[in-house]
């Protein structure tokens, strides 16, 4: 798929920098959200320009979402090039993030339909909350996995479900049954695909070899790590929060041979999620017209992408 | 062999399923839920043969499913008041206060009972994935299991106080003031005796008050106002540590819409609120001990709690964060407080007969 996100035309040509910082905000990412959305609208048969409004959209708010996000972390690094906050400044970074939610706001409302900008804003809200509650158990190795779900469902889990029903509402099909199914499934891929990024950080499944332990090392104890640490000793899991690298982390959960007893017994508990998933998909068959249900073969394979990271599902 | 059924409020299914009577053989345990408390409420359903479904030993399934742990609540006032009692020779009518005693323990263990049963159904224990026994969650029984077993000991609680009513007229003033206030709680909201805001404020005066002053009165012994008194700060001291784990889940709860002092507060207020909560029934606690014991245990035992204080306090302050573990640590804390109390109020009460 060849998706091209914005136009420099998008932004005022008056404001410096801006156009510039959108330029690198959007390189090198690989647009899986606009994808996402892609698959559901043109399977619905919406056309092009809503399609094209719609992955706009929630590659504006992931974005958005990213510049702040690494502001607020402090992260020095994105997508391995130097976060925007540092490269232009903390200011800018935050101008920007805010210039594209209100873009967002502005296009959609322009659409039409107040469902559509209704929802949207509300997406939004959950992705703040859930920002805000990660920012305040930063520091905390202690935390569980429950916890960290209640956060991952509204900071990642949010825009899934979004993806997944905002082409159903610009099509004006408010089939509630659908929706509620959607919003199940949106929340279990969220979930999954959290999890499966923050396995990456422990270089599990990690295909794209993508810089590890950065979520220890900045005192945030992901998914995975509250998992390993659901069964270890205080000074155990005070190890693994020095830990810098594997080695450290495996000597700190009892050797490899534990590690990997534990990553199996998570792995087994995302396939029970991904059950789940499979079980309600054949709900959503149920509830689709004849011609979307071309969806389900395709959300099949969501799971395969987004937790094992499949290249070919 | 397990197997999923996802249904909705509107099925005709979903209330044999919720409540375990769809079949003999096996157990639905609810997996996902969406839009709890709604009328659009979904359910995921995972079916298991009963015979798959992992029981612990008979007394461990006994203590969780008739959360025995929980029996302090109303057992610790009862014993401050029959040992007050005792040490005053107001203990007239031995017979009565036996069945008073059972009485009350079998109604509360219906209340808990029922209240597992109302969660279950309302898709509050849905919500918070630590609540309750867990005994219908984890398939041990179904909720219509749970719900009989409510009923017998409530007909056990009812024929244990009828002969004290009859003996006692001035008891029946307290069961009636009581009975008024369970169906309150029970007909004003559909969810949780605990997650509302009038529920709380009749928790307080079921637990405290109208408990310790009905339980004197069934014993023979006349109303005065130190059992009032005590009946305040237990009550005071139990709707602390129910406002500490409402905290944990403010989150949830805010989610859900409930409407408590906690949710209607907030997660900043409602620190401040609790650091107040505990600091004020310190001193309740010294003055109750100065009016009615001795001013020795008032200046003793209140000055253990007034030094204990300022680590609670600070904690309150310290807790950043609705989620995570800090908070749980927290409530940790707060429950240790609570066993502290009793402690200290156990050996008061029983210094008298050494």
New interface residues.
Partial sequence: MDIKIFSNKDFPVYLPKLNQLYDDLFDGGKGFRAKLVQLVAETLELPPTSTHLLMQTIEFIHNASLLHDDLVDRSKLRRGKPALWLKYSPEYAVLAGDYLLARVMVNLSSYGNIRLVHYTAEMISDLLEGEW?QD??VG?????L??LD??HNLKTASLFKWCLRAPFIAQENYN??IH?LL??CGTILGQLFQRSDDLLDFNVRNYEGKAILGDLKSSYLNSFGAFLCSDLSKEQINQLARSHDLDQVYTAVGGKDAFQKKLSSFDEKNKNLI??YD??LK?LNDELGPKSKNLIEKFQKLPELLYWRSKNP | MSSLVTLSKSSPLYKDYLLGTFSNEKRALPIATLNVNKNNETVTFNILDKQNIVKPNFIQFLFQTLKIKKWLLVLFPMLIVLSKNIAFGAVTDPISLWLSSFGILFLFISANLRNDFVDHYWGVDRIFDHRGSRAIQSGWVTAVQVRTLSRFFLVLAILFSVPILIAYPSAFYVVTVSGFLILFSQFTSKNSVYYQLGNEISYFFLIGPLLSTGYQLSMGAPFDYEVIMIGILWGWLVLFVHFLSTLINIMPCSQAGFKNTITMLGFDKSRRFLAFWWTLYVVLYFFYHLFFAGSYWAWYFSLVLLLLTPRIVLKFKSVKSPLGSDLVRLNEIGKRFFYLVILVWLIESLWVFL
């Fill in positions: 509650l305040s158990i905390d190795f202690f935390v569980s429950d916890q209640r956060i509630q049954n509620e919003i199940e059950q789940l079980h309600l709900k």
